[in-house]
């Protein structure tokens, strides 16, 4: 399982009977199951990763409508305009997911990654440090992921210098 799907609060548990519902006009149309939540979760994050970005987009947003309190859905979404270089509009989904869900340690730590690759280190630094402070143990794992991404930047890690760096020695190679 993605870290994604066990950081938003769909994590496996042993409770069958909690199940996501859809709703129109406040009907109930269908229940799933948590587990073919997490699935679906998945599939997205698969699609996503083989740069199938129009697909896990609506995976991600299908998702978004069976539970739309939780931020799993709504972070897959950002990734996937992160994957392709919209940082900004990366930006404005998890901040909109960071007012539905304001102690959201995942979506704290993917929109500081985002204020990095986009060039606002502030941010990006204040962002992380929430993440961090929302889950201050190693079992956080959203929490460990914005700390590694404060030490890189503590290091000097500039996103724009190294995909730079990366470009000339793939020119170089090729």
Request: hydrophobic share 35%; aromatic share 10%.
């Amino acid at each position: 399982m993605s870290p994604s799907a066990q950081n938003g609060g769909l994590q496996r548990d042993d409770s069958p009977s909690l199940k996501a519902t859809a709703q129109q006009g406040g009907e109930f149309m269908i229940q799933v199951p948590r587990d073919d939540i997490i699935i679906m979760l998945e599939a997205g994050y698969i699609t996503l990763a083989m740069r199938k970005f129009k697909e896990a987009r609506a995976i991600f947003e299908g998702v978004c409508e069976l539970v739309p309190q939780h931020d799993v859905p709504q972070v897959g979404v950002a990734n996937v305009l992160f994957a392709q270089g919209k940082f900004l509009e990366t930006v404005r989904i998890l901040k909109q997911t960071i007012k539905e869900n304001p102690t959201s340690a995942y979506a704290y730590s993917h929109l500081g990654e985002a204020y990095l690759f986009y060039n606002k280190r502030d941010d990006a630094l204040k962002a992380l440090k929430k993440a961090s402070d929302l889950e201050p143990t190693k079992e956080g794992r959203s929490g460990e992921f914005a700390r590694s991404l404060i030490e890189l930047i503590n290091l000097g890690y500039d996103p724009a210098q190294y995909r730079k760096a990366y470009k000339t020695f793939v020119e170089e190679k090729g």
